[in-house]
Structures are given as C-alpha cells and as structure tokens.
C-alpha cells in the first residue's frame, strides 16, 4: 500500500520568513494530495490540496508544489506569522485501495517565533 | 459547504464500558467515511473505511469486534468501542468522503478511559 514520509518533523522559523515541509509517496497510482493543518486538540483543517494533473498551486502565502517523476510534493509558506504555527500533514491518496483512503505523513510541528 | 458533526466531542467512560461516537455529514452525502485514530503528538491513523449500506473495511492490526462500525445512511456513521480499556484512550475522528472527492474532518472525540 500507500507509505508516505514527511520531513522536517519540527520547524522553526523566524516570522516573516518561509517555511518549506517536504514528502515522499510511494504509490505512483496516486493522485491526489493534499495539505492538513491541525492546532491543538481540533481537527485538521485542509489548507491546500493538488491534483496529478497539475505541477503547481497557489493560494496566497501557501502553495504547494508536485513532482510525479520523483513522486514527491511540497508546502510552501512564505511570510510566516504566529498564527502560522501548529501541526502540517501531508497525505496521499491511492486510488488502488478500496475506499479512495488518504494514508498522512508523521506530521511536521512548525513554530514560528515572533 | 462540507459540514461535518461528530459528537462528542469527549467523553470520560469506565473501563469495560462501551462508547458510540457519531460522525454526520450536515449538508452533503458521504460515500465513504473513514474513521482515525490519532495518539499525542503523533499523525492520524486510519481504523477503517466504511460505505453506506455495507460493511466496514478494517486496517491490519485493527479489532473489528472492540471497534464496531455502522454506514447505515448516506449521512450518518457511528463508531462504537466496546469494552473500552485504558489504552483505547485517544482521539478518534472521522471524515467524510463526498461525491466532489475531498475529504472533511470531523471535530474529534477525545476519549479519555479510566
């Protein structure tokens, strides 16, 4: 099945600067990928998602970027502020497996110091 | 759009007893509903997945029997642990896979078993 990896596992960052969180996927049946932001104790919040068709995709200061090729994508967070900070989850979905399921990344914790 | 209720949203049960938590989509059907599992600081991992009307697909690892299932309508899944112990203690979320192919949260249930 589906195994996906996600690096750094902690980030700090000064306000003001990017943030990049990277992850692998291994299934190349994938196709849709998207970006979760989880603060404490509440449940993730999807910030961004990108499709196999498409390379790259922006949202104001979050884009996300997708290498099929290499069979791995990135968050992009430009001009962090505080409230930038709290858990990201990337996650594949493998249309082989019954049910569309998404399988998450470990997670990256991003602190963003004022 | 995409609304997704999950009650409760903790609970304090005693060992031995079972939990039902509910997961209902407000204002879309859901095909499919995934059930999560996620432990302190670590990623959300999926339990199972479940379609309306039939039976739920559990993950490897995962107790069918302590772990109960129901998808009896488009808009409605429960999760039920049976014979809850401390261990079971962790927060549970759903999301609800519609027709437009993303996937919504739940708000979580924090289950706390003593």
């Known amino acids: 099945g589906e195994n996906v990896e996600q690096h750094p596992s902690t980030l700090s960052v000064q306000e003001g600067d990017s943030a990049v969180i990277k992850c692998t996927y291994s299934?190349?049946?994938?196709?849709?990928f998207p970006w979760y932001k989880q603060e404490l104790g509440k449940r993730p919040q999807l910030i961004i998602d990108?499709?196999?068709?498409?390379g790259e995709k922006k949202d104001q200061r979050i884009a996300v970027t997708l290498n099929k090729t290499a069979k791995h994508f990135s968050l992009h967070i430009t001009e962090t502020q505080p409230e930038d900070s709290a858990v990201y989850f990337c996650?594949?979905?493998?249309?082989?497996?019954?049910?569309?399921?998404?399988?998450f990344g470990a997670g990256t914790i991003l602190r963003v110091k004022s | 759009g995409a609304v997704v209720s999950q009650h409760p949203s903790w609970v304090i049960c005693k060992s031995g007893t079972s939990v039902k938590i509910e997961c209902r989509s407000l204002d879309f059907q859901a095909t499919t509903m995934f059930w999560y599992r996620q432990f302190p600081k670590q990623s959300l991992m999926l339990m199972a997945t479940?379609?309306?009307?039939?039976?739920?697909?559990?993950e490897q690892g995962v107790e069918k029997d302590k772990f109960l299932i129901n998808h009896a309508s488009l808009t409605l899944s429960t999760l039920t642990v049976t014979s809850a112990h401390p261990e079971d203690s962790s927060f549970y979320i759903c999301?609800?896979?519609?027709?437009?192919?993303?996937?919504?949260f739940g708000s979580g249930t924090r289950l706390t078993v003593v």
């Open positions: 996650a594949a979905r493998s249309l082989l497996e019954y049910g569309n399921k998404l399988v």
């Open positions: 990108i499709r196999s068709n498409v």
């Open positions: 299934d190349s049946a994938s196709n849709y």
């Open positions: 479940s379609n309306e009307g039939s039976k739920a697909t559990y």
């Open positions: 999301s609800a896979l519609g027709r437009q192919g993303r996937g919504t």
